[in-house]
Nanobody, 123 residues
Framework: QVHLVESGGGLVQPGGSLRLSCAAS????????IGWFRQAPGKEREGVSC????????YYIDRLKGRFTVSRDNAENTVYLQMNSLKPEDTAVYYC????????????????WGQGTQVTVSS
């Protein structure tokens, strides 16, 4: 049974940084594409970033403008999302999920959602 757990969220001031973790049990994350999503209050859940296993390519939505970085730690069976230069509009619950596809355009077909971790950017 696949189980994903996000952690690392919290309260941070604008311009600050956080590193989110997506830890897995029941599956080796290195075998799968992994995506990060976020859902702000009153808004639809949106894909933020993903990492592809076939070639290690990573993708980010344009609005992030290089502020976020996704990476893997195979030994810890964990995928990270480093978030820098955070803005209030980044406030959301962040989720990770296994993806069938990781690409810059088009559906990712997520599954196996974690419980989410709250990120609040406020002064």
């Amino acid at each position: 049974q696949v189980h994903l757990v996000e952690s690392g969220g919290g309260l941070v001031q604008p311009g600050g940084s956080l590193r989110l973790s997506c830890a897995a049990s029941g599956v080796t994350l290195d075998y799968y594409n992994i995506g990060w999503f976020r859902q702000a209050p009153g808004k639809e859940r949106e894909g933020v970033s993903c990492v592809r296993i076939s070639d290690g390519s990573t993708y980010y939505i344009d609005r992030l403008k290089g502020r976020f970085t996704v990476s893997r730690d195979n030994a810890e069976n964990t995928v990270y999302l480093q978030m820098n230069s955070l803005k209030p509009e980044d406030t959301a619950v962040y989720y990770c999920a296994i993806l069938r596809i990781c690409r810059g355009t088009g559906a990712w077909f997520p599954s196996s959602w974690g419980q989410g971790t709250q990120v609040t950017v406020s002064s």
